[in-house]
């Protein structure tokens, strides 16, 4: 069974852009969760979808969003990026009330 | 609210040798689960081990085994036999298991990096 995909790997962008990662899970996977990882703030939680609907959230500002399609793919968008979002961004999928997340390689986003 | 802690921000050990990682948790509620995770310098964050907190045996995984003690709230990871691959940062993490499994949140502690020489 393939692992947990996320696309890109690697993203530069500029400061004010904007910017959408992407996160496929494992089959039949249906709740995917994203978090921040930081030399400073460690790692965070982002938010966490299931079935499409979004049923947790982290502390972040409203620039930080997300959704998921109904293969239960999922797609974070971060506006008007700051310098600040420089991160790596990791997504997690896991079964229907199983008790281990699986995680991707990440998406390194440098923000210049 | 839930707090991991990690108190070995770095290790060493020699190959073949067994090795403890340390982690305390806080919280409040009566049901939750504690993960260890494997975190290469390529990024990936790799599932190790798994422990409810009901369970009534420590779990094992391989040479990884979790040293559960739930008095003290301590959930450490020993690595026997350590490898040169093992060397990495490993996150503990910990997930409420109250409201009906109805969230996958993660809280993650602060890491501690491993090295493995040989």
């Known amino acids: 069974k393939a692992g947990v995909t996320q696309t890109p790997r690697y993203l530069i962008k500029t400061r004010g852009q904007q910017v959408t990662l992407s996160c496929s899970p494992i089959?039949?996977?249906?709740?995917v969760s994203w978090y921040q990882q930081t030399p400073g703030q460690g790692l965070q939680f982002l938010f966490e979808?299931?079935?499409?609907?979004?049923?947790n959230k982290g502390n972040f500002p409203g620039r930080f969003s997300g959704r998921q399609f109904s293969n239960s793919r999922s797609e974070m968008n971060v506006s008007t990026l700051e310098l600040g979002d420089s991160a790596l961004y990791l997504c997690?999928?896991?079964?229907?009330?199983?008790?281990?997340?699986?995680f991707g390689p990440g998406t390194r986003l440098t923000v210049l | 609210a839930q707090k991991i802690t990690q108190t070995q921000p770095g290790m060493f050990v020699q190959e073949k040798e067994a090795v403890t990682l340390d982690c305390t948790y806080d919280?409040?509620?009566?049901?939750?689960?504690l993960f260890w995770y494997k975190q290469p310098s390529s990024g990936e964050m790799i599932f190790l081990i798994y422990?409810?907190?009901?369970?009534?045996q420590n779990a094992t995984e391989g040479r990884y085994s979790l040293n559960f003690q739930k008095a003290r709230k301590s959930a450490n990871l020993v690595i026997s036999a350590s490898q040169l691959g093992d060397s990495a940062m490993y996150f503990c993490?910990?997930?409420?298991?109250?409201?009906?499994?109805?969230?996958?949140?993660?809280?993650f502690g602060t890491g501690t990096l491993l090295a493995v020489q040989p």
């Open positions: 979808y299931f079935s499409e609907t979004q049923r």
């Open positions: 919280t409040s509620d009566p049901s939750y689960g």
């Open positions: 993490a910990m997930r409420s298991l109250n409201y009906g499994g109805a969230t996958n949140k993660l809280i």
């Open positions: 089959s039949g996977h249906r709740s």
């Open positions: 997690a999928s896991s079964g229907y009330n199983t008790d281990t997340q699986y």
């Open positions: 422990q409810g907190s009901y369970d009534q």
